[in-house]
């Protein structure tokens, strides 16, 4: 993973984050032992892995301390959101490892701990268990994590230069810099999209087959860009950008609207598929020439939408055949054959309800397969499609392709309210499906906007959603929910307790535990290798736990083959 996180991920585990992994580092699994009762399976395998517990998720993390403390500040939701602004705002220093023998816990919690920092020494013996314990299992390793970020969207984008330079710097070190949670992922919305102010794409002039009146918008020169190239300079490594098209333009579509049931004219290898596989290299042409390189392009956002009558925004439709031959003969080829051709290609970037009937079409074709290097999945309708029956068979069938969650946001339902400053519970849902995802083999989670206005836009379309950041421009402030602390923590649960562990780069271990119940539960860590801790997690919080190993310690990974290297770890979540 190259890095980003609650506390602080890094690559080459550098500095711990508080529930992000970090890149290139491997997790470990957990065993969980509760008097000798319960069993735990690895996901997608019906074996028996560890007694007494479920599996458990591991990637790596990497974690900060407090610095600068949280200017708490309630709006009567349950938890406070801490406010930053031109002259101040809470930050993370690196952390630095205790001795071998100790521990370091960073805890938030739904009271008003935001990372707070705390030592204690590891035990030497292991005591018998008398309740819940969790156990290093360092034999098992899985897969490495890629990171974790958001998308910089138009209002994303206009609400954080809406702030004056220095509130604007505070928002930007927050996420990206050594003070911050350091994300590394960044997904770039190519041309307009739901969270934009207006339509519109970069190729509007009608029979452009050659796209020779291409050109980037001030969406990208006046805002996006400016916002990607200061993350950049206070990044501690390479930002991973990703782009994602929610539309080709109206002249190329079969209904000849932004919005509504449509898809691209012709049949793929023609020329409209021709001209729109070479509207990415294009968009990657342009934001070269502003020294921004990309990791990474999906072949579009939610291609199901575009089948969809009436259809509220901007969308184009696919069917995973069309997608398929339309990368096989089209996008594929342009990508290869352009300056670009080290980029990775994301399939589906869609609901994962889809897969793996969606996988199972396009991969099982063997020159599209050739061209792709990732499937993309949405969360919206996670409640229709369990991770195992989904994610985790999507893998076991196609292991060389790794999955990554491309976009999330709460309060996106009809019935939920927008934005709901200091919500915990919304904090809890982005942990819990963050360990769901990678305790199923998924190698990185991407939240949607970065930051929204007090009612959760502007936008085009009218419809809001919550954000990790809200700005309040009128008084030159943004707050960091709730959302924002469990993205830089990391863990998540499905009873009482859920908990991953990660093996860092440097050799150490990290633990992290969420509790969502409303009472505290008592529990113990136990490595082999170093020794016993006796744990309590407090209602409502989420935990992370450090720890030197000595060196030669048990480290013999499975080996499970992944594209690029990446691997992956089961998962923990367990009811006391």
Not at 249 to 271: D, E, F, I, Q
Not at 352 to 359: E, H, I, N, Q, T
Not at 448 to 464: K, R
Request: hydrophobic share 35%.
């Amino acid at each position: 993973m190259d890095g980003l996180g609650g506390v602080r991920v890094g690559p080459e585990a550098q500095g711990l984050t508080l529930s992000l992994p970090s890149p290139g580092t491997w997790s470990r699994p957990l065993r969980s032992q509760n008097s000798g009762t319960g069993t735990g399976t690895a996901p997608g395998s019906g074996a028996t892995m560890w007694s007494g517990g479920a599996g458990l998720l591991s990637w790596c993390l990497f974690l900060q301390a407090v610095a600068g403390p949280c200017a708490a500040r309630s709006f009567g939701h349950g938890s406070p959101v801490c406010e930053c602004s031109a002259s101040y705002c809470d930050t993370v220093d690196p952390v630095v490892l205790p001795e071998l023998g100790s521990f370091v816990k960073y805890e938030s919690s739904k009271a008003g701990r935001r990372l707070e920092r705390s030592e204690g020494r590891v035990r030497r013996d292991h005591p018998a268990p008398d309740g819940l314990r969790l156990t290093l299992n360092p034999a098992q390793r899985f897969q490495k994590v890629k990171g974790f970020g958001g998308a910089i969207s138009d209002s994303a984008a206009l609400n954080i230069l809406a702030l004056s330079p220095e509130a604007k710097s505070n928002l930007i070190k927050s996420y990206f810099s050594e003070e911050g949670i350091e994300y590394n992922l960044v997904r770039v919305p190519m041309a307009s999209c739901d969270f934009s102010v207006r339509l519109y794409t970069y190729a509007d002039w009608p029979g452009d087959f050659q796209l020779k009146n291409f050109s980037l918008t001030e969406e990208d020169t006046k805002l996006k860009i400016p916002i990607l190239q200061q993350a950049q300079a206070v990044a501690p490594r390479p930002l991973s950008l990703y782009g994602s098209p929610w539309t080709s333009p109206v002249w190329m579509k079969t209904n000849g609207a932004m919005t509504g049931r449509g898809s691209l004219k012709g049949k793929p290898g023609g020329r409209y598929h021709k001209t729109w596989a070479n509207y990415f290299i294009r968009f990657l042409d342009e934001y070269a020439k502003h020294n921004l390189t990309f990791w990474a392009v999906t072949a579009g956002n939610e291609p199901t939408a575009g089948d969809i009558i009436l259809y509220p925004f901007q969308c184009l439709g696919f069917s995973p055949e069309h997608q398929r031959d339309f990368i096989a003969q089209d996008l594929g080829p342009a990508l290869a054959n352009s300056s670009h051709q080290g980029i990775d290609l994301i399939m589906l970037d869609d609901q994962r309800v889809m897969l793996p009937y969606w996988a199972e079409v396009v991969l099982k074709d063997p020159v599209a397969a050739g061209y792709i290097n990732g499937i993309g999945i949405h969360w919206y309708l996670d409640f229709l499609a369990p991770a195992d029956m989904t994610l985790s068979m999507t893998h076991q069938l196609f292991p060389k392709y790794y999955l990554l969650s491309t976009e999330a946001s709460t309060g996106s339902y009809f019935w939920e309210p927008r934005v709901v400053l200091g919500d915990w519970n919304r904090g809890n849902k982005y942990s819990h499906s963050i360990l769901s995802n990678l305790n199923n083999y998924v190698t990185g989670w991407t939240d949607w906007n970065l930051a929204l206005d007090m009612q959760g836009g502007p936008n085009w379309v009218n419809v809001y959603v919550d954000s990790p950041v809200i700005v309040d421009s009128a008084n030159d402030l943004f707050y960091k929910q709730p959302m924002f602390y469990h993205m830089g923590h990391f863990s998540s649960q499905r009873t009482s307790l859920e908990y991953s562990a990660f093996l860092r780069p440097d050799g150490a271990a990290v633990v992290v535990v969420l509790n969502r119940s409303p009472k505290e539960v008592a529990f113990g860590l136990s490595d082999p290798d170093v020794g016993y801790i006796k744990a309590v997690a407090p209602a409502d919080s989420i935990q992370t736990y450090l720890w030197k190993r000595p060196e030669g310690g048990q480290e013999r990974p499975s080996h499970s083959p992944q594209s690029q290297g990446r691997r992956r770890w089961p998962r923990g979540s367990r009811q006391h």
